[in-house]
């Protein structure tokens, strides 16, 4: 399974990264920003099965990043997960511009699966 991190913050990465991995998910992708990611897309060499993506971010927001994918008819089944501190309602725009779930920072690695599961993900069992 594939992925793409959107997220500014490098250490926010790296531990998403470990939980993937210990998950399943074989090939991971860093993005900086949402324009990073939609570069990276344009680029080619990687079709994401998921985007997981933070909400404030420098140069493109997170919110921003969904609705450009969006408008890519070769990513239109990329589940989008927002990563985020926004409260409900700026998640509900999220969802309604194109975003499968949501899972609010901090979190665990339990309730990152529980959401990937949620959106039609099989995981690799914990062990």
């Keep these: 399974m594939k992925v793409i991190l959107v997220d ?11 939980h993937l991995v210990t998950q399943g ?7 900086k920003h949402g324009q990073d ?9 990687i079709a994401p099965d ?9 140069v493109m927001s997170g919110l921003d990043f969904v609705k450009a994918v969006r408008q890519l008819p070769a990513f239109s089944t990329m589940r989008i997960v927002m ?16 975003a499968h779930g949501y899972i ?7 309730k990152l ?3 990937l599961r ?7 069992a914990a062990g």
């Design 8 to 18: 500014d913050s490098a250490t926010v990465r790296m531990i998403i990264r470990k």
């Design 25 to 31: 998910f074989d090939t991971i992708v860093d993005a």
């Design 37 to 45: 990611a939609l570069d990276q897309l344009a680029a080619g060499g």
């Design 50 to 58: 998921l985007a997981l993506v933070d909400w404030n971010m420098p």
């Design 83 to 98: 990563v985020t501190t926004e409260g409900s309602e700026k998640v509900q725009t999220a969802l309604d511009a194109g």
């Design 104 to 110: 609010t920072k901090p979190f665990t690695a339990d």
């Design 113 to 115: 699966a529980d959401q």
């Design 118 to 124: 949620r959106i039609g993900f099989t995981l690799r």
